[in-house]
Structures are given as C-alpha cells and as structure tokens.
C-alpha cells in the first residue's frame, strides 16, 4: 500500500504546539487521515485547497478555529508549513506568504 507521510515544517511544529490541546488533536486526526487515505480522498471538512500549490487543514475547537496550511513534495510526502489561528472569514495574505516562503526554502 502507497501510504502517505505528513511532516511538520520546525517553525510550523512551535506554531502547532502554541495551539490548545483540543485544536492539535484534530490537527493529529486530520493528519492520520491524510496519511492513511492520501490528500485526494479526503476533502471538505477537513481540508480545502488555498493557492496554488498550497492546501489547509480546518480545525476547530472549544476556543476558536486555527489553520494548517501545508503542501505536498518530493514523494508521497505533505509538508505542514504554517499553523495559526483563524481570526477572519478568509485565511490572511501574509499566512499564505510565510508558508510559501517556508516551502522555497525547503525546496
């Protein structure tokens, strides 16, 4: 079987830590379906496309929503970028930007 592995960027890995337990156990849930099911069989709730090359992981919790924005790369192998909580109805410009500048820099 051709299973997936989801990795966390070390400046991503901090961010997720950040975040109340009940958020980093659904960032964990999210994240074992993605490994077990890859990203193409899992969807809406749990993940939703940004731009580009860029994807987020929606979780939510007791005392807010945060976001995992990730991407995948070499292999069958999804990076988590950036990890933040969600303040406003869209995901901010510059969460997209400090993840893509992560996924350069990894590159």
Do not use: C, S
Not at 4 to 30: G, Q, S, Y
Not at 40 to 53: A, D, F, N, Q, T
Not at 82 to 100: C, D, G, L, S, W
């Amino acid at each position: 079987m051709n299973t997936w592995t989801v990795r966390t960027h070390p400046l991503a890995e901090i961010e997720l830590k950040a975040l109340p337990a009940d958020m980093r156990a659904r960032f964990l849930h999210i994240a074992e379906l993605l490994e077990t099911f890859g990203p193409h069989k899992v969807g809406m709730p749990h993940i939703r496309p940004l731009e580009g090359k860029l994807w987020e992981m929606r979780m939510q919790g007791r005392d807010g929503i945060a976001r995992a924005v990730y991407a995948a790369i070499h292999g069958r192998t999804l990076l988590v970028l950036h990890v933040f909580p969600k303040k406003t109805q869209t995901t901010p410009r510059a969460a997209i930007e400090t993840a893509r500048k992560r996924l350069e820099a990894v590159k």
